[in-house]
């Protein structure tokens, strides 16, 4: 941090940088740790994580800086977030999956696709939501089986748009069906 502090008091470059300034450079540095890893280069991946800790010592400073946070309060974040993960561990409770973990941390999305962060790389956002979609229930062995929920999907809306049939038989998300709008849309 003590660096960070000091390249911002003495470069200007440095001093004019933002935490949107900086996306690019955080999110290139995440890519080459990860590159590191893969090719299993120790050398590679010592220096790619020094870069990474830079991008994220900026990060830290700036908040420091305009008084968002401080770097007690990023250890304090992190420390709460692993003690409700892991709750045996600490004498908290019982062990927890992922997803009744995730469910404890904050109001629950409204969609079980909402919540991914815009900067993910578009094959990246894609596995993660069919990762997402195949955990409430849409996933399929074949195409047959997608074709076959498009199909049902498409009579529900037919009904909906021609007044057959009420709002708690379907899958609006505004019945009261057990579904309750599968995705949540």
Do not use: Y
Request: negative net charge; proline residues 6%; hydrophobic residues 40%.
């Amino acid at each position: 941090m003590a660096l960070v502090s000091f390249l911002r008091a003495h470069c200007p470059w440095d001093r004019a940088q933002t935490p949107r300034s900086l996306i690019k450079h955080l999110v290139e540095e995440s890519h080459e740790v990860a590159d590191a890893v893969l090719r299993e280069d120790p050398a590679a991946l010592k220096g790619e994580l020094g870069d990474l800790l830079l991008n994220l010592a900026f990060q830290l400073v700036i908040a420091e800086e305009r008084g968002s946070f401080g770097r007690d309060d990023v250890w304090t974040s992190l420390d709460d977030k692993m003690r409700r993960r892991h709750p045996h561990l600490f004498d908290l409770g019982e062990p927890l999956t992922w997803e009744e973990a995730k469910g404890k941390e904050g109001p629950s999305e409204a969609s079980a696709l909402a919540g991914l962060p815009a900067t993910l790389p578009p094959l990246a956002s894609a596995t993660a939501l069919g990762r997402r979609a195949s955990r409430v229930g849409f996933d399929w062995d074949d195409p047959s089986g997608a074709l076959a929920k498009i199909h049902e999907e498409a009579d529900e809306l037919g009904a909906l748009m021609t007044g057959v049939g009420s709002e708690e038989e379907g899958e609006t998300g505004r019945g009261t069906g057990p579904e309750g709008g599968e995705l949540g849309a």
